[in-house]
């Protein structure tokens, strides 16, 4: 049976996002809240105001790094063995603060909570990666993060499962993920082949990098290892009230993320690193001051930035709607 693909985005529409993306990264620029990181931005090409820490990048240092990024990142089992290859992956995603149970009643979510999303999402058949989709709200946030790392590869015990190299919290989380994975692997020379370990985290929108998440992306992209960005602008909110404006906003953060990413790493020796494109993009309900998830607009949106990472040949990770 033939495959069917659904088009939103013209070529014509591509290369206009493209352009005015080009246009805000080079004469607006994009906040980076860390000292390092515009060291790193300062050094490749990028005019950088120190007072504001905003970064410009031109356009010929866009289409320098976008050239090296790679494909995508390996994908293996706890065994470190390939599994099957799909043109799409699914895996359940998020941090939920709240749990409802079979009778009805939402209650904040716990570490209890987290073990049983992950359960059941490495039983599920359709579930090709799980992780904790919801916050253990029962640990302080100081210790949650290195407990999130640790569950998300203890309860993986499905062979035919990815094991979902992702870290959150900070740098440090990022090390225990390594050492992880480094005893899967066998060791961390080895790891350094597969680098399924991935870094990063979502901007502030708009345009705005927070500490923290560059902490992780510099982590990830020393050693070698995949990064992420992930734009969570909203429409009429941090994006404009058009899902095109919007779209410029989502795709200017995630070509600053993957340039900033693609230069950690060339400085640090390695030719390129899979850096992967990320949408969890939606609008506001402006009657009741909210942002729904699911709507046709998050659809809409997510499907297009899907289009554009292909455009600029990266990996890329969507919100369901």
Not at 30 to 37: K, L, S, T
Not at 78 to 98: A, I, L, M, N
Request: glycine share 8%; proline share 6%; hydrophobic share 35%.
């Amino acid at each position: 049976m033939g495959k069917i693909k659904t088009e939103i985005l013209s070529k014509s529409d591509i290369e206009r996002i493209h352009k005015a993306s080009l246009e805000i990264l080079e004469e607006i620029g994009v906040q980076f809240r860390d000292n390092e990181a515009l060291n790193y931005l300062e050094k490749y090409g990028c005019i950088v105001d120190r007072k504001t820490q905003i970064a410009k990048i031109p356009e010929k240092v866009v289409k320098e790094f976008m050239k090296k990024t790679k494909p995508d990142q390996p994908r293996v089992n706890r065994d470190f063995k390939p599994v099957p290859k799909r043109e799409v992956y699914f895996r359940t995603f998020g941090q939920g603060t709240y749990i409802t149970d079979r009778n009805g009643v939402a209650h904040p979510s716990t570490y209890k909570d987290q073990e049983k999303v992950l359960i059941v999402g490495n039983a599920l058949p359709a579930v090709d990666g799980p992780t904790a989709a919801v916050a253990a709200r029962d640990i302080p946030p100081w210790r949650s993060n290195f407990v999130g790392t640790i569950r998300n590869w203890n309860l993986i015990s499905n062979p035919e499962k990815q094991i979902a190299g992702r870290s959150g919290g900070t740098d440090e989380t990022m090390e225990v993920a390594m050492e992880l994975c480094s005893i899967l692997a066998g060791s961390r020379e080895k790891l350094l082949k597969i680098p399924i370990i991935t870094g990063g985290g979502c901007p502030t929108s708009p345009l705005v990098w927070p500490k923290i998440i560059l902490d992780r992306m510099i982590q990830a992209a020393k050693n070698g290892m995949c990064t992420s960005g992930l734009s969570m602008a909203v429409s009429g909110s941090t994006a404009p009230m058009s899902l095109a404006g919007t779209l410029v906003v989502h795709n200017s953060e995630m070509l600053s993320s993957t340039v900033f990413a693609e230069m950690v790493a060339y400085d640090a020796g390695f030719k390129s690193i899979p850096a992967r494109m990320g949408c969890s993009t939606t609008t506001i309900d402006v009657r009741k001051g909210y942002c729904p998830v699911g709507n046709p607009e998050m659809a809409l949106i997510n499907a297009c930035a899907m289009e554009l990472a292909q455009y600029y040949k990266c990996p890329n990770t969507s919100a369901g709607a």
